[in-house]
């Protein structure tokens, strides 16, 4: 069997393999250096003085004997003289201004807002109006001439311009409201606060910083409100200071001034009035027109000069200067209102040949305001006069919105029927248009338009497509030019053909 058994290792020395070393001797190694002095090199270079021409400097009376001097002098003083008395007598150059910076486009389009809802719904940009601090553009949805009465749902949109951030297909804040909006203007003084007045007669006051319920108060379909859609809505400066009412037209003929009651989220009645055809014709000699049938407001307008006077124009082109504070009583019933009806008129001008879409007092002169409607013409008008100062063509359709620049007296654009906005200085002799604003779209109206007055620079445009443009100016059509006071003063002063 096997068996385990240990056996004793055997080692074999290599007969040709073996094992060596070797060291190298250390290595010396030495570090300099050097450093360099600064130098600086210069040079200069000198030219041949001229010894005559340095005395001759040095003595200023040696210019008389200067040879031919006195004979060049002599030649010339009479032209020079003849040009320069011409030149002093000249008005080529008056109101020119040498502009340093480079050529700009007169218009560029910053923006295009628009609200998916609204446009899915075919609505129309009725009304746009820029806040007190100039930030932030609101816009009113409804429809232009809206034959039927209408119980479609609307919106009112706002974007923050500033907002670095902005989303032009999506409002920063979106009211729904029940029936299409006809008018809006935001407040003087609080860049919260809005009102609006409703095709269904209503007028609404919005908070924009309350985000669960915006509305402030609101008039309802009390006795005291509205029958018909409302036209225009306006912020007035009551008695108290700092207060403010809300004036609103509608084209039933009653303009209404209502105060807010905030606790009990409500528009309180103050003053109503009445336009009616048999008082409104004892002002006019050439409006036909007879019985007590109410006159319809399509455009109004307070003066920034007179708190207690406003302009308002009608349905059959009628241009009226009213007074807040009149007592005469209006020749209809008050049907149960609140308060006691009023006649308003104090003045009547020309009439004009259609409905009144659009009226805006100057403010640089207190006499001065524009009116334009159905007629294609922008009508310049002095309150103390009957017929219109001048008349400009500005387009072949419709005129829907007239507005005076804020910062240029004799500068104003109008919102036409065929899409374009109209831009017209008064200080060219030339009866065209400044600039154009033509956003593209065939067959959608401009319907709205405002400046806005904390950046000049910005122009709102709102149209029947659904869209809101806002446009850069060049300053060619903000800044004011040194005489354009002055002829704005001429033209007042003309008298009306």
């Known amino acids: 069997m096997f068996t385990d058994e240990a ?4 080692s074999i020395q290599s007969s040709w393999r073996k094992s060596q070393g070797c060291q190298t001797r250390a290595i010396h190694s030495t570090e300099t250096g050097v450093q360099t002095r600064s130098s600086v090199a210069s040079s200069t270079q000198t030219e041949l003085q001229d010894h005559v021409t340095t005395q001759f400097l040095q003595d200023p009376h040696n210019m008389l004997h200067l040879p031919g001097l006195n004979d060049f002098l002599r030649q010339i003083e009479a032209p020079v003289i003849r040009e320069l008395v011409r030149n002093a007598k000249s008005h080529a150059f008056d109101g020119f201004q040498v502009n340093w910076e480079e050529h700009n486009q007169m218009v560029v389009c910053l923006h295009q807002l628009q609200h998916p809802r609204a446009l899915e719904q075919d609505l ?3 009304s746009v109006s820029w806040s007190c601090t100039g930030a932030v553009i609101a816009c009113a949805y409804g429809r232009m001439a ?3 009465w209408s119980n479609d749902k609307s919106y009112i949109c706002t974007w923050n311009i500033d907002h670095g951030g902005l989303n032009p297909k999506q409002a920063d804040l979106v009211i729904d409201v029940p029936t299409p909006v006809t008018a809006l203007c935001c407040h003087p003084k609080h860049p919260a606060l809005m009102t609006g007045g409703l095709y269904s007669g209503e007028v609404i006051i919005w908070d924009t910083s309350q985000s669960t319920d915006p509305v402030v108060a609101q008039t309802g379909m009390s006795a005291d409100s509205h029958r018909e859609p409302v036209c225009q809505v306006t912020w007035v400066p009551l008695q108290n200071k700092g207060d403010f009412g809300v004036l609103s037209a509608c084209s039933g003929g009653r303009i209404l001034l209502w105060t807010v009651s905030a606790e009990q989220g409500k528009c309180v009645l ?11 014709l004892s002002k006019s000699t050439s409006f036909k027109g007879q019985g007590t049938s109410p006159v319809g407001v399509t455009s109004l307008d307070l003066s920034p000069w007179d708190p207690d006077t406003f302009l308002v124009g009608s349905e059959g082109g009628l241009l009226l200067r009213c007074s807040l504070s009149s007592q005469t009583p209006a020749a209809v019933p008050s049907e149960c209102l609140s308060v006691p009806l009023r006649a308003p008129a104090v003045f009547s001008f020309r009439p004009g040949s259609g409905p009144v879409h659009s009226i805006h007092c100057s403010p640089f002169h207190r006499n001065l305001f524009l009116s334009a409607g159905t007629d294609g013409l922008a009508h310049l008008h002095s309150l103390l006069q009957t017929n219109p100062l001048r008349s400009i063509r500005v387009s072949d359709t419709y005129v829907f919105k007239v507005q005076w620049s804020p910062t240029r007296p004799l500068l104003f ?12 200085d008064l200080s060219r002799r030339s009866l065209r248009p400044a600039a154009t604003i033509d956003p593209g779209g065939v067959g959608h109206a401009a319907t709205c338009l405002a400046f806005n007055c904390q950046n000049p620079g910005l122009l709102a445009v709102g149209k029947t497509d659904g869209t809101v443009g806002v446009w850069k100016l060049s300053t060619d059509l903000t800044e004011q030019i040194p005489t354009e006071s002055h002829l704005l003063e001429q033209i007042a002063n003309q008298v009306a053909e």
């Open 7 to 10: 056996q004793v290792s055997v």
């Open 124 to 126: 129309h940009v009725t």
């Open 146 to 148: 809206e034959g039927d």
């Open 270 to 280: 103050k003053v109503a009035f009445a336009l009616v055809q048999q008082q409104v």
């Open 413 to 424: 654009a109008a919102a036409t029927g065929q899409g374009e906005v109209q831009i017209f």
